[in-house]
């Protein structure tokens, strides 16, 4: 099965001289050799249906059409590669083994919206990652794909790294701006958005780490070839971090739309010849699914939101019937209830009682009513926060108590787990 990312990568061959044997820069090269117009760029970007990977899933050609185009001052390009979604580790391996198909990704992006710098954000607690990063920076910019006048044309591009502290918080795309800005990560109000107020107030673009190392393909494929790897709307291929009870853990590059039993089986099926009890799609916010209804799904957008959940950043959260679901609920309600910045009143303060009747649950003090106020409390959270962390919050713990309520119940009745007993 082809994967296009990581083929063949490990910690030893990601220099920029590996890069260009397996081709690299050449997507770069030949957009100036065609002369290619941003127009023509980000129709192609429009035609490969290449949607966001970092959690969104919105159309890339699409928002990179929003870029003020005869805008007279600065605009920014930013990477969000502030990776803190429990279950998502595949931007870290794009970043330690290939950094040079991200860096020519956003040149490629930078020169389709006219900007002229821009920053790759990327989370405090992998700083090895970093330092890697900073040395293909260096490359880059020696052997003339970065700063002025690159390859000897009139277009001129400045990419720098900036290190987060490791906040879940600076993920959100506007709380990420304020952290590069120096100011206390915090979402922002929308609308104004950053295509029309960014960065230091100026047109910005952001994108996930996966979403631009996804550039350099389609320019050099053309977008159609790589709508095809994929299905309609769905194009392309996604790179999925399995984690949990699976024999081989490990990030999967596999067309949009693979069945999720053939994932599955290319992780090495479930751990111990278990069986598959729950499953999280999408990263740790996203409602969970029955191990029942998984297996009959595809990997792609449309299929899994049909299903009731979001592909999310792709991380794959297998459990099996050894887990308690509500012992993985609290550790997941207290990971939200930790990690809120406390801007908005029904997230500073819900994500602490969601926390806390969950942990009751789980202690062996639940009451009956406890379950259908945990549902009342995520429908008070859910849409009344500026940023999406609320729903994130209350997604999960929707989710756990009506899949599993049975369980739920079990709990409170009998003031023990009912997987232990």
Known sequence: MEQILLKGLDGGNWRLADYLKRDGYAALKKMFADKMTPEQVIDELKKSALRGRGGAGFPTGLKWSFMPKNYEGDKYLVCNSDEG????????????HNPHQLIEGMIIAAYAMGIKAGYNYIHGEIFEVYERFEEALEEARAAGFLGDNILGTDFSFQLHSHMGYGAYICGEETALLESIEGKKGQPRFKPPFPASFG???????????????????????????????????????KIFSVS?????????????????????????????????????????????????????????????????????????????????????????????????????????????????VVDRIENGM????????????????????ICALGDAAAMPVRSFVR?????????????HCLVSS
């Not at 979604?85 to 330690?96: A, C, N, Q, S, V």
């Not at 699976?246 to 069945?259: A, C, D, I, Q, S």
Request: aromatic share 10%.
């Open 366 to 385: 639940g009451r009956n009513e406890d379950l259908d106020l945990l549902l009342n409390m995520t429908d008070n959270i859910q849409g009344r926060t």
């Open 85 to 96: 979604e429990p279950g998502t580790f595949k931007d870290r391996d794009i970043l330690y």
């Open 403 to 415: 899949n599993f309520r049975d369980e739920f119940q079990y709990h409170i009745d009998h003031k």
């Open 199 to 237: 960065l230091y107030g100026k047109p910005t673009t952001i994108n996930n780490t996966e979403t631009f190392a996804s550039v350099p393909w389609i320019i050099l494929n053309g977008g159609e070839k790589y709508l095809e790897l994929g299905r309609p709307n769905n194009g392309g291929t």
């Open 244 to 356: 949990g009870h699976v024999e081989r853990p490990g990030n999967y590059e596999v067309p949009l739309g693979t069945p999720f039993a053939k994932l599955l089986e290319m992780a090495g099926g479930m751990r111990g010849g278990h069986k598959l009890k729950a499953c999280i799609p999408g990263g740790s916010s996203m409602p969970v699914l029955t191990g029942d209804v998984m297996m009959d799904l595809d990997m792609d957008y449309d299929s899994i939101a049909k299903a009731g959940s979001y592909l999310g950043s792709g991380a794959v959260i297998i459990m099996d019937e050894t887990v308690c679901m509500v012992k993985a609920l609290q550790r997941l309600s207290y990971f939200y209830y930790e990690e809120s910045c406390g801007q908005c009143t029904p997230c500073r303060e819900g994500t602490g009682w969601l926390y806390r």
